[in-house]
């Protein structure tokens, strides 16, 4: 697990350990796995077992993980993790290629420019849907998330 503040990885490392006042992740489990087709009960006590490290990432650098190297990961999950790294367009798209897979911002970029970035860094969009936030949603910053789901094109895995 990746996260670029001090204060996210805490959070983490509490939900990890399922402590009571951790911050509740089930609406982005129940999000992902309803995208994948998978029971989003069994899968969030799964994910808590199969994270092995909570690690600081900084998307701005060519290795986010710096000095940390990590194999190469099937699926990246990114929850809002760009809206502290990117002040412009320029920065998204390059932490997006430092990352190569992270999509959700809170810039204010609509579905298109965010799917155009995507395919950009060699990604096929198979999924994408703007999702508002239910009406007075404490939680929300912006008008509504942009959920997307890329794979890897052909030509860069093959």
């Not at 099937?74 to 367009?89: E, F, N, P, R, V």
Request: charged content about 30%.
């Amino acid at each position: 697990t990746l996260d670029y503040a001090d204060q996210n990885r805490r959070e983490l490392e509490k939900w990890l350990k399922n402590e009571a006042e951790a911050f509740d992740w089930s609406l982005h489990i129940f999000i992902f796995c309803l995208l994948a087709g998978e029971k989003w009960a069994a899968k969030e006590e799964k994910l808590r077992k199969k994270v092995r490290q909570v690690l600081k990432c900084d998307m701005t650098k060519a290795n986010p993980v710096d000095p940390v190297s990590l194999p190469l990961a099937d699926c990246l999950l990114s929850t809002l993790h760009l809206k502290a790294a990117c002040k412009d367009l320029a920065t998204f798209r390059s932490g997006l290629r430092n990352v190569s897979a992270l999509v959700f911002s809170c810039l204010c970029l609509e579905r298109n420019v965010v799917e155009e970035a995507v395919e950009g860094t060699g990604f096929d969009v198979k999924f994408s849907e703007v999702q508002s936030y239910l009406p007075g949603d404490v939680h929300a910053d912006r008008e509504a998330p942009l959920s997307l789901v890329a794979g890897r094109c052909a030509s860069i895995t093959g």
